[in-house]
């Protein structure tokens, strides 16, 4: 069993920058595809950034280059967000899908909601 505890959400002036973490507990932690998803009111879930088991990377073209997605070996996965802009703002939340998934096609959004094992409460992000 994995639990998932996003933090590092706020509210920022468009250009500026925030990190979000994502702290996992249990042990199969490394093993897991994590992705950096968000929700902006009215709006359909959306993967943003991805990072494999081998470290492998993808990015939605709307983050690409401002958007860093990392993970340590202390259980966290990390969204480093910088040049901020408005339409950023979202409740972003961290998943967890299979050890054999890409990091393609999470951002792709090719794996259903349900095929993601776990999933954080979410942290809320503003732009103004």
């Known amino acids: 069993q994995v639990q998932l505890v996003e933090s590092g959400g706020g509210s920022v002036q468009s250009g500026g920058s925030l990190k979000l973490s994502c702290v996992a507990s249990g042990s199969r932690y490394h093993t897991y595809c994590m992705g950096w998803f968000r929700q902006a009111p009215g709006k359909e879930r959306e993967g943003v950034a991805a990072?494999?088991?081998?470290?492998?990377t993808s990015y939605s073209d709307s983050v690409q280059g401002r958007f860093t997605i990392s993970r340590d070996n202390t259980n966290t996965l990390y969204l480093q967000m910088n040049t901020l802009k408005p339409e950023d703002t979202a409740i972003y939340y961290c998943?967890?899908?299979?050890?054999?998934?890409?990091?393609?096609?999470?951002?792709?959004?090719?794996?259903?909601?349900?095929?993601?094992?776990?999933w954080g409460q979410g942290t809320q992000v503003t732009v103004s």
């Open positions: 998943a967890a899908i299979g050890p054999g998934a890409s990091a393609g096609k999470v951002v792709a959004g090719s794996y259903t909601r349900y095929e993601y094992r776990y």
């Open positions: 990072i494999d088991a081998d470290g492998a």
